[in-house]
């Protein structure tokens, strides 16, 4: 008897530790998990995992303090800085229903308030120099999914000009007021040095790479 009775307490202790620590064998991590890079273990949809996606791709000390939206817009958290960051890339989800299938994929960008007039003109096919009152700098340390580094908005490697089509991993871009003020800066992406994308349009912009720059395509 006595060793049922003691038997008896053991387990109810267990029980009653497994209830407390909400832990019981075979169940899910909870959907505010994050793995060993704070990638949240919920799904693609959810506004935890766009807030550390879009986030990311700027330095802790830029997003931490940075508003995140969308891409429909949508705040996702308000910040106080001046900074945005948010995905970028005009293709739009593989998968529209289980999200972006990973930051690289959303593109996103946390730009400054210059940066943002730059993008809004780059997307509408304005002069986005006319609306700027100086240059404005804009972090991608997701990188992007890949552009014709001559001709803007040429999105698929088969539509590029041989030798053009770069795969960016994590940089700093510079947003100029007066894109001719980058004229002599070379266009060549393999040197590792910043470089300018769309050279001799409305669009040119300076790209500056960081360490893991030739992640998704190599220097040549």
Known sequence: MKNILLLTCTLLFIISCNVETGSSEGSSAPVNAVNESGEPSGPHTSSEWQIWAYSTTAPD?????????DVNMNVLREGTNGWTCLPANPRGMSDSENGWKNPHEAMPACVDGQSMLWMQGYMSG????????????????????????STPMVLNEEDSKPGHWIESGPHLMRMPKDPSSLDGITSDFNSGAPYVMFAGTDYAHLMIPVEGYYKYQAQK
Request: aromatic share 10%; net charge negative.
């Open 61 to 69: 000390y830029i997003a931490n303090e940075a508003t995140i939206v």
């Open 126 to 149: 304005t002069k986005p120099g006319e609306k700027m009152t100086t240059d404005g700098f804009a972090w991608m340390l997701h990188g992007d999914m890949g552009e014709d580094n």
